[in-house]
């Protein structure tokens, strides 16, 4: 069955950097776009990236534009997201997806908090 884990959320000060790791398991990795979501309390879930079979197309959230970077090794079937000048703002739980035989699947989410 698909499987998606995510890994590397943390507690961070602003301007701080992560990076988030996605295990994907259960389905041909290489053949699928893959994306990376954030929900914080009280608010809906987020598109933050997406990323291209083959790691050439790439889009992001306006409000992440030139501070996050999704990246994808198809030989290890993981998708990453560089993190970097976090904000407050980007508080939230991260969720990895993929979106395959006409429904998304989801990972348990890995919680990414920006304070000082």
């Known amino acids: 069955q698909v499987q998606l884990v995510e890994s590397g959320g943390d507690l961070v000060q602003p301007g701080g950097s992560l990076r988030l790791s996605c295990a994907a398991s259960g389905f041909t990795f290489s053949t699928y776009a893959m994306s990376w979501y954030r929900q914080a309390p009280g608010k809906e879930r987020e598109l933050v990236a997406r990323?291209?079979?083959?790691?050439?197309?790439?889009n992001y959230a306006d409000s992440v534009k030139g501070r996050f970077t999704i990246s994808r090794d198809n030989a290890k079937n993981t998708v990453y997201l560089q993190m970097n000048a976090l904000k407050p703002e980007d508080t939230a739980m991260y969720y990895c997806?993929?979106?395959?035989?006409?429904?998304?699947?989801w990972g348990q989410g890995t919680q990414v908090t920006v304070s000082s």
């Open positions: 997806n993929v979106y395959l035989v006409l429904r998304d699947y």
């Open positions: 990323i291209g079979r083959f790691g050439s197309l790439t």
